[in-house]
């Protein structure tokens, strides 16, 4: 081979590692991914550095810089984290799925009110005791103040012709959501965005609508994480507060062992697993909680 050969070889082989390096640094792009060239490709430079969110930010008491509105839904989120979607909805509608956004920024009051209603509702239907609603509610909606949905980079995201049929995978289960669940494993990585809440550990249940995006959350959660002081979340107005406040610790913990850890590891493993469940972000909440998108 002569030396224009040996050099093109070797800048075609820089360029690739260069572009498998920058999937990690995107992270959560299930490893197959990588190496399909059907689907879409790598996007071509790192997402820009989160914007800083102060501790008020992270707890949902004050609005994150930047937030976009996306018209057809009327949802917010971060700049960036839109864009994202922008881009993951109009790979989709190329390949037949139309999504909507169900869910996307929420502050300290929204969720609040939605977790009220959920204790209401409790207290009303299975006349739980303190310990019984904070177990059930928590199941389906976040403590105020520790919902991922304040950072504005969580995304409840559904499918136009399948709002209210995203359950677990059964049976049962139509074709079409099996499909759509796959669609969304194999192209929402592609775009920064990973599935946080599997259900295998802690809190929440399982929650295949709920996309996170991953290059900014993973520096939110760290900083979240480190937050020493959470008295302003335990407020009078938040029910069931006394019993929250009592436990708070073993709450955090179970709230914060919901994370799937692989949407945060520099080399995600390969995950096989359908998804299963959905209840998409109802926006209008309804007395029959078996899984709520957009509540968590
Ligand atoms: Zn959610």
Same mark, same amino acid.
């Given at each position: ?12 082989? =820089?360029? @690739?590692?260069?572009?498998?390096? %920058? ?16 689907? #879409? ?20 008491? $004050? =609005? ?10 009327? $949802? ?5 984290? %839109?864009? &994202?979607? *922008? ?37 009303? #239907? ?11 509610? %928590? ?11 304040? *950072? ?23 074709? =079409? ?5 796959? *669609? ?8 920064? @965005?990973?599935?946080?809440?599997? !259900?295998?550990?802690?809190?929440? =249940?399982?929650?295949? *609508?709920?996309?996170? @995006? ?6 939110? $959660?760290?900083?979240? %994480? ?15 507060? !006394? ?27 390969? &995950? ?25």
């Amino acid at each position: 081979m002569n030396e224009t050969g040996k050099s093109s070889q070797s800048l075609y082989s =820089r360029l @690739f590692i260069v572009l498998l390096a %920058m999937n990690c640094i995107w992270g959560c792009a299930p490893h197959r991914l990588a190496l399909k060239p059907s689907v #879409t490709p790598v996007p071509s430079q790192p997402p820009p550095e989160p914007p800083v969110l102060t501790i008020d930010q992270l707890l949902g008491l $004050q =609005r994150p810089p930047d937030l976009i509105r996306d018209t057809d839904s009327d $949802q917010y989120a971060q700049r960036t984290v %839109m864009e &994202n979607f *922008w881009k993951l909805k109009e790979k989709a509608a190329q390949d037949g799925w139309h999504l909507i956004l169900v869910s996307g920024y929420r502050s300290f009051n929204h969720q609040r009110h939605i977790w009220n209603h959920f204790d209401a509702l409790y207290q009303k #239907t299975d006349n739980l005791d303190e310990k019984g609603r904070a177990r059930a509610v %928590m199941s389906l909606v976040s403590v105020p103040g520790l919902s991922r949905h304040h *950072w504005g980079t969580e995304l409840d995201i559904s499918e136009v012709s399948l709002r209210g049929q995203l359950v677990n995978i059964h049976p049962d289960t139509p074709n =079409r959501v099996v499909q759509f669940y796959d *669609w969304m494993e194999r192209n929402a990585p592609l775009f920064g @965005f990973c599935k946080v809440y599997l !259900g295998k550990k802690g809190a929440v =249940r399982d929650e295949p *609508w709920h996309w996170s @995006f991953i290059p900014f959350s993973r520096v939110y $959660q760290e900083q979240f %994480m480190a937050i020493k002081d959470f008295h302003r979340i335990m407020n009078d107005k938040v029910s069931n507060v !006394g019993y929250l406040m009592k436990n708070f610790k073993k709450i955090l913990k179970q709230e914060i062992r919901s994370i799937n850890s692989e949407c945060f590891q520099a080399k995600p493993t390969e &995950n096989s697993d359908h998804p299963s469940v959905e209840t998409e972000g109802q926006q209008q909440l309804t007395p029959v909680p078996k899984a709520v998108e957009g509540a968590d």
